[in-house]
């Protein structure tokens, strides 16, 4: 305990010089500021104001002491500016939804229902779907989302989003990560900037109702970025808890038990490491067995939904996408920092007056329930709600839908919906042209929608980089604008 | 302004002049009264190093930069504002061509735009300071030096210095005042050595023979031992592999026509491990990986054919054959120069010395490289019945396939959607079948996956900004310009892949052996001279040893590029034999060991951990080579790790929390994450319990007469040492308690069940013994905390 305490002291001043001598003359990183929690006290010789001390001492400091052995942690970390939002919910509508269907009424397009429209190479199709005003706000929203249309006040309707790419694979990856390329995904990013708030829990979850979507794991990646920023890819469809996250559970022994044994594990590791260098990872291992421990009740008890009560469950709906909502929700509850909910199937290229509508009932009364049981708990103010897809859909007939037509893919046009945490609800941004072919006004890419999303977190998304292979990595590559007049 | 005319024939006189570095005081007042200000209201914004986006790739910040232009060409043609692009965007006469972009220029600053081309553009500006530096790497970086011979230092302790490499490490460690620590027990020594060269815990007769050994070359026979035994290639191919990004799977495949399983890549994974085995010298290892099928060499070794795969195992990225072309450029370069040259895919790299044509000048060769659709058989068929049978098979889908190609065009013209649709899935479905055969069938040849040279090679245009649409200059393809000669050679011999693989393995290349030395220091030590194994450029930090890493990359050549002998010199050295001890006014003085005043404590890797877990339980399957297994279908496989099926776009849970590789990506130094995910593989995973309930099942275990004997038993099988007396008490203690019970927590483990299935259906291997569902016994429990226990997974 003597030789820490002269540690202490000398590293205060002496040994941060030392370390110059190795570092180059880069700029201060983010990645610098990870040290575990006991690194950091005790390099640093704080007590626990030191975390937020590490604030106000700005970045000078951390780097310097954090250079040789910068480490990742979930603990949670502070943005650089004041956050609107604390939670991402991505509500992935995988398949490229149409949004001249749902959220941007073009009553052009209906006067032009089965005629040729002129350099669309095509033949109009009029939505089959009524479009009423809906709110205080007056917003026109179509029929297949009567609940959401409900909570309009709440939502900030964007009409002019674009992609590069009207595949559904790389736009579904570019989506999430921004990139075509191996990048790291939206939530691992979010994740690596604010840590989490539950240590006894992944801190990126993402839902899906069965097997994988288009682009599997790359949707959730963390690339580059330590492996504990990776989305952890959950099927909600598995018939038993225990199914949910590998090893969660024991086969044999009880937990009573399991303790007993882990406090052996623990006088063990400190008789082995009474010789040793303090090591950040020894201690960090040390937490990361009882996080585990805790993790076994208490990861499982956030999928359990018969914990939830009737008029809960009811609110929701009682289908896959009602309770993947609703496991959102208690995820949310328990500090998660990102979900990504996968709630698909909007490919219309066909028969798109009678599939439109089922995938729309399918969220639409979940995410309203969503929305107002976040509002009841309080958790609406702090919470992000992003729902869209990846790509938009023609004003024109897609050949393939004869007699029952659908939509064929259009990158340049699609509508995404934000709410909650510093959104401003009941309004629109952006607009297409006459016919939805195109966005034209307010262009929003979907690196702007990246950069409003961090943003909206605290972060600069100019900022919030990784340096990998000698280069600075951000979000939103080159690009990226933030759409301010949807933040509130 | 009215003074121009007046003052511009002044300076016409001077027109040739204005060229020169000097100019005359006049056209420096001209250049700061008249241009600057445009310049830099008007232009600098979007054109200059300042810029926060740099638009066209244009700077008009320098007259070096002006005159070399942006995307579009050169911006000025001094002495002639007709043929300047400049002149010609701020006229606003081409609609395609307006400069500045928000408004246009006032009439009188257009003139005196072009009365400055007139006179010749004279300019007083050098190069900015981040230009400059980018000129002067060339030059000052350290890592493209010629590697030089360096005298071994003075050694201050000549008892400790075995090696000459522990003269570089003293003499850094007195220059800071610092001391090595003493040397670790043998103990401790044998088990970091044998998990280091062959990635699995030494038997306990190893260890014994070890210690009572007392000749003085006792180690050296434990090392020489280790570097013989063929899973030293397992070990340190597997390490390779990391960095060559292997996969089994094609990660997105090309629509409609491929599948998504490579069924040869583990033929690529073979003779990795077969080279490292064979000490193949590093040069021939470089040569045959990206250019086998060019060498004499391989008329005689058909198999060698295999290390292509280190350019075809990469992502097919949808078929995007610029995207698949990136991933080898980048794959090469990163793996054996440390060099990021796919940044300057778009534009110049920003740091490096590496120009975009460079870029492009690699394209070319791998443009002009095709892989052929059947691959070359590299072994000797025998006409067994076995194989007569798989011929038949393939020859089925063979024709299958044909037909189905053949249809397809077919279809398509007679826009039959729905036939043609049916017909490609067909052929999807017959592409799988080709593979799952080629893959599972064992009478099916192994085959190699080659690269060829296309008939003819072809250099290729510059992309501008990376974009295929957008052709710029051609160039020839030829090596980068940072580690040529001033002439550099054009290759013309097919692609010139040949060329660049004897350009990356000439020992006149200071990166090549550099970067390899690196990274073998950085699996004996947990770090790197260069933290950043696969960048050595600008941005990397300074090498701790310079003149050492100089020192064993020329030793490395000396000795015929022999990988063994690399690792023999460094670990016979007293540097990696030193105890892990801590010494707090060190640590103070050196926290992250970067002097190596002590050993680094480092954790196992996943490979390294589960096969270690096997080998305790004495069930670890000991062949070699062979198709790969599925772990995640097979989990009761005994089979070292390296040998599970590498699925790049779906790996499991457990291989990522335990920071696996990604095969997506040069990997030359893994993560090093601690989260619960991997404490709950531990605490909860069939294999852990399994291994726990068959250590005491061990009739050595059963036949023990008390219980202390049990807990060295124990010790000594898990740690490969005895207890402490402590830990005897503890031990001791803890198993004579009776575990506590609540049957109704037992869970079922639905995995278990889903194992149990399978091996019903398939009973390929052993069962595990934790069927049985029965709760552990406060001894099991017992060998299953030792395992959970840091020693298990760490080396110190």
Redo the contacts between chains.
Sequence with gaps: MR??Q??LT??SD??MN??DN???E?SVHLEDHFLTRRQFLQ?AGMGFGALSLAALFGEGLLSNIA???A??T?LPKVPPFPAKAKHVVHVFAQGAPSHVDTWDPKPALTRMDGKEIPNMNGVGYGSPFKFTNRGKAGIEVSEVFPQMGDMVDDLAVIRSCYTDIP?H??ATIMMNTGS???RPSLGSWVLYGLGSENQ?M?GFISLRPGG?PPG???NW?S??L???Y?G?SINTKVP?L??L??????????????R???D??H???E???Q?????A??E??L???E???K??TEATDAFDLSKEPQGIRELYGRSAQGNQMLITRRLIERGVRFVQVWAGGWDHHQDLEERLPERAKDIDQPLAAFIKDLKQRGLFDETLIVWGGEFGRKPTRDR?GGDNPGRDHNAKAFSTILAGGGVRGGMTYGATDEFGNAAIENKVHVHDLHATILALLGFDHKKLTY?Y???DFRLTE?YGEIIKPVIA | MKTIPLLAILLLANYSRASAQELTPAQTDFFENHIRPILADKCYKCHSTLAE?IKGGLLLDSREALLKGGDSGKAIVPGDPEASLLIKAVRYTDPDLQMPKDKKLADDEIAALEQWVKMGAPDPRTATADQRKWSDNKTNHWAWQPIKRVAIPEASDSDWCKTPVDNFILAKLDENGLKPNPPADKRTLIRRATFDLIGLPPTVEEVEAFVNDNSSDAFAKVVDRLLASPHYGERWGRHWLDVARYSDTKG?PRRNTEDNVNPFAWTYRDYVIRSFNEDKPYNKFIMEQLAADRLPSTQYNPASLAALGFLTTG?HF?GMQN?IINDRIDVTC?GFLAL?VT?ARCHDH???PIPQKDYYSLRGIFDSCTEPKIEPVIVRVTDSLAYQSYARQREQLANKEFELESSLPKLRRAED?EAFKMAQRDLRETEHAISELELTNPAAPSRAMVLEDTMKGHDSPVFIRGEAGNRGEIVPRRFLQMLSAPVRPVYTNGSGRLQLAMAIASPNNPLTPRVMINRIWLHHFGAGFVP?P??F??????P?HPELIDYLAMNLMTNGWSIKKIHRLIMLSSVYQES??????Y??????N?LLW?AN?R?LEFEPLRDSLLAIGGILNTNLYGRPVDLRQHPESNRRTIYDFVDR???P??L??F??A?P??VTGIR???????????L????IV?DLARRLVALPEFVDLDDDTARLKFLYERIYQRLP?P??VS?GLE?VT?T?????N????????DEGKKRLGKKNRQPPFL?KK????TSWE??A???L????T??I?
């Design positions: 030789n820490q002269f540690a000398v590293i002496k040994a030392q370390d190795y570092k180059s880069h390099r250079h040789a052995e480490e990742a979930l595949a694979e790389v075509r390329l191996v006894n992944p994988a599997g794991t790359s990646q690339a580059f330590p492996g504990l990776q952890v038993t225990n199914q996250i590998e090893n969660i559970r024991n086969p044999v022994t009880p937990l009573e038990e399991q007993r044994q882990l052996l594990v006088k063990l590791n008789i082995h490491s010789n040793l260098q303090k090591e990872q020894l960090s291992r937490e990361a067995f996080m585990a421990f993790m076994q393939n340096r292979n000698g280069r080159t | 986006k997105a992502d949808m995207d990163k990021t940044c920003k740091f490096d959607r950043t696969d960048d450029g600008m941005m990397s930090d300074p701790s892990s001890t801590d010494n707090p006014r640590a103070a003085i050196d926290p992250g970067r002590r404590l954790r776009a779906n790996i849970d457990v990522i929390n920071d696996f990604t997506d990506m993560h090093q994450t601690t989260v619960p995910q991997q404490a709950l593989f605490m909860n995973s069939p319990i402490e402590e830990e503890l803890f308690q575990p506590l019970r609540d049957d927590s037992i869970a079922v483990a639905s995995n278990l934790n569902r029965a709760p552990l429990e017992f299953q905390a030792l959970q226990a840091n020693e997974s760490f110190n």
